[in-house]
């Protein structure tokens, strides 16, 4: 093994998260920062060849390796745990800034009682509400010490949308129910292609209180307070599974990279498979990585960051066997309720190949505990939305109306005809609690290709995520009927966990973050409770999934840590909790 | 040495068919002047021939525009299979292989290439039945998993772009009123509400201005 010169900092992954606190040290400290990427390097310039269906959204060119490393699965630990062969329920990316080069872009904050959503919860509905085995904790940080980060988070990266909480004045077409916020958003709302403009008017006809999705996919030219530039969103379809290829959507690659490119103590090495942190009497020592000529290299570091995606956060420090003497590593596994709450059929053609990963139109009255739950069978809720990402013909052709029965043949292509682009989808995203029993650990039996053992994903729905859909299905057909759909298909239940059925890549826990080290694995800064100079930094630290996407506040945490890592860390080296 | 294995794409089938776009307009496709021979990877021609039967049937030709046989579905098909997809480079495949659950989605050790050599078995001959014939012959076998990709293929070749082999003369893309790749849509994201909106269709290839590498072709 090869042992290198000792940097700074060494960062494993060079996604959203990673890239941003490589950013923060390099351009506001002289140290040394090194980004360790499992993929290949990625630019601007090669995303118009990507304009392709089948081996981007279907091949899945962008993800990681699944033939390399994957997870098995299991719903409790009473069953056999699999491997998940192919990609289902959710996608992680692989290359220069990961899964942020092809997520759709859509960009919220938490609502702020989600932080302390054990305390609001116990103090409203009192204990005996919350689900026999739940698990849900405490942040350790409340909405109010986050809001400055989103903000910056917003500017850099131009999120467009609509204020519905500024400084606690409300606005109507915003989104209401949000916590207030200091700015209005840096970019106005997208336009609205046909399917989102009838979703909005539905909504609001029914006295509901729809807002435009706060995008990354920018809605006009942008500059941010760094002064990187970016061009607004042509509405081509072609972000989620894709990256952009005029730079319209937010991705690392064309936020971050344009300065930290400009950085001399800043080094990128793609290709770079980390398998080890190595901490030793409470520090962490640096990491051990298999780079792109299959070498084992060892990376001595003075503070060592693990950025990689949620799952590989929780599995490094498994196989690095990082102290845990609370048994708190693993716990908390959330993903999220993510449905097609009710499809619809229009009478009129949609035009949905027109469209952007975030150009929709939600609704939040039934997000969070904006409604009471004293008499609904399940506690909290998420945003009903619709979202025109760009539809892509062979994903969705032959998706049926419920009056058509034929699978193939003449009268199937004539009826799937018909429906092709007719069809629209009302979705749901809700919040996934946490439970006991929804847990990771090393599989027994199954490995990677370097022979280490796979995550294992212990994952099942309880009736609180079943009744919510339930609810949430009901709500959007009514909202269907009112957009005027000749024919409606409501969402079938939720059932059991399926990691088959892509719900999204928002899979969170693990490593989670809070107020003590007998219930957490970091602290709020993202600091690892046993060992100071080892952070942990992403969704792996959320201790349950809040119902909307988790990029702003991955990213708004890391700010704060990044705060305190340059304004109080590397001068004490102590603890900063 | 391996014999070659053609797959004749007819042009009478293809040449001034008449298609309808999803507003019901008509649209003229450009005729060709002889048959193509198209070399096979993965396919003998025999196998081609009744892959193609098959996916003509899923997805016919009829009054409602062409089908799979128009489009070069089991060119598509071909090339799938004998590129990195059908020897399952995109999945996990190291033991034991255990019988999952349907969540746990498929675990069987056979890559899409055996699935196709053993489903196809039961489909020996297809090619040379009538249409009823061919239709009773795939009632036998629509509940299986080898039809489920048959299936799935079926429609991945009609509307793919066309460097993968299928939606030939974006055939496919014209019949549903998709344009293809495409670089704005900003003055028409919101001026068309209610209205079918039908550009022409261009291929990854035109929009680009050179050959992009597709997966098939990759190690």
Redesign the interface.
Known sequence: MKTLPAADAVIVGGGWTGLLMAQQLASRTSMSVVVLERGAPRRTSDY??N?????YA????MMQD??K??VT???SERD?A?????Y?SFLPGAGVGGAGEHWSGISYRYVPDSFDLLTKTKEKYGAKRLPEDHAIQDWGVSYAELEPHYTRTERLMGISGKAGNLKGKLIEGGNIYEGPRSEEYPTPPM????LA?LFRDATRSLGYHPYPLPAATTSEPYTNPDGVSRA???????CERYGC??GAKSQPTNTLMPLLTKRKNFTLRPGCWVKRVTVEGGQARGVTYIDAAGEEVFQPAGIVFLASWTLNNTRLLMLSKVADPHGNLGRNLTHQISIPAAMVFME??L?R???AGS?GIAMNDFDADVFDHSNVPFLRGGHIYTVCYGFR??AN??VMPPSQKA????AW??AA?DA??RTGRISFYGEHLSYKGNVMDLDP???DAQGDPLLRLTLDWRDNERNMAKFMAEKATGIARAMGAREVTPFPGLK?????RYQSTHIQGGAIMGASPESSVVNSYLQHWHANNLFVVGSSAFPQNPSGNPTLTAMALTYRAADAIVERFVKTRGSLA | MKRRHFLTVSAASVGGALVYT??RRPYVVAAQDKPVRVPLRFFTETEALDVAAAAA????A?E??P?ANEAGVAIYIDRQLAGP?GR???????G?F?N?I??????GKATPREIYREGLKRLAGIARLSAPEQ?AG?KQI?TTSFFALL?THT??G????P??GGNIDMI??Q?????G??????E???S??????RPKPQS?RQ??GRP????EDEA
């Open positions: 118009l060849d304009m392709d269906e089948l081996d279907i091949r899945l060119r699944i033939s490393e994957t699965f299991r719903h056999r699999l491997p998940v062969r192919q289902g336009k609205m292609p046909y403009a607004g969103c042509s509405y081509c379809g072609y290829m005029i009129k053609p035009n190949f027109i469209g150009a013909p062979m052709f032959g699978a193939w043949g003449s292509k004539k005809l092709y682009d039996v199954y490995k059991s966990y399926d990691a088959t | 999803l507003d049937r899923i997805f016919p009829d409602a525009g089908g997809y399952d480079r995109y999945r996990y495949t190291q034991p255990g999952g349907p969540e746990q989605g498929y675990q239709d795939l629509e299936k429609i991945e009609m509307f793919c772009d460097m993968h496919g893309w019949l549903i009123g998709f344009p790749p495409r670089m704005t849509y900003f028409e994201v919101d068309h509400y209610g209205n079918p909106f990854l929009i680009v992009v590498k597709a997966s």
